[in-house]
């Protein structure tokens, strides 16, 4: 074999490695970018809650999903990892903050339009019968629903560290933030609080494992990082 060749095609795959090192203060702005909260934030997080209560309370997956890609939640979650990663309290206050009063108002408004949907009896007829498939999906907390949150948020900072928008877009519609937070309100208008609980549980797990999970791989991509440029620099 042509030793030339062989070290040719070493030096270009180091290259080739060395051209996709994140640019970590574009990776930090465009987080930044994500953790800012105008009003269209907590518009898009209510509008996301309205229509995860329609996908629960008619059982439609397919609405349930479209909740999950319009629900903006992620950008605050990833914002306070960043925040814990550098020690920036302000972030995490804010990004905290912000998801305190979105989700409040997001089950707020969700709970009015839950209690109009059932005072005109426009639930389909299996949820009225108890036949809830999607509901008990989401307000049944257990082992998948950390394992799940876990892998997304590893998914979810590679992503914006290497701008894999289609990755980032499946973080969104596999973590159960907004329809946790839809069936909290559709559950408290039909008078489930035992559902209402679970999906608590739910919200909660979910936001605290994205946070956690955000933060340690935020810092074990540094350090992997740190190691490939010192090793090929």
Not at 39 to 62: E, M, R, W
Not at 145 to 154: H, T
């Amino acid at each position: 074999m042509d030793m030339a060749f062989v070290g040719g095609s070493t030096a270009s795959a180091q290259q080739g490695l060395i051209t996709h090192t994140p640019v970590w203060d574009q990776v930090e702005a465009r987080i930044r970018a994500e953790g800012t909260y105008a009003p269209s934030f907590y518009l898009y997080l209510v509008i996301a809650g309205l229509i995860g209560a329609v996908g629960i309370v008619t059982n439609s997956q397919i609405l349930i999903v479209a909740a999950m890609v319009v629900g903006p939640e992620y950008g605050a979650i990833v914002s306070i990892a960043l925040g814990l990663y550098r020690g920036n309290h302000p972030r995490i206050r804010q990004g905290l903050r912000a998801l305190l009063v979105g989700f409040l108002l997001a089950i707020a408004v969700t709970f009015l339009f839950s209690v109009i949907i059932r005072w005109f009896g426009f639930e389909s007829e299996a949820f009225r019968r108890g036949i809830r498939p999607v509901s008990e999906l989401i307000d049944t907390p257990n082992f998948f629903s950390f394992a799940v949150a876990g892998l997304a948020g590893i998914v979810g900072v590679v992503s914006l560290t290497e701008a894999k928008t289609s990755a980032l877009l499946g973080v969104f519609i596999s973590v159960t933030t907004i329809p946790a937070a839809a069936d909290i309100a559709v559950s408290v208008a039909f008078g489930n609080g035992a559902e209402a609980w679970g999906s608590l549980v739910q919200l909660l797990v979910n936001i605290a494992v994205l946070i956690v999970v955000g933060t340690a791989t935020l810092r074990c991509q540094r350090a992997i990082w740190r190691r490939v440029t010192a090793r090929d620099g």
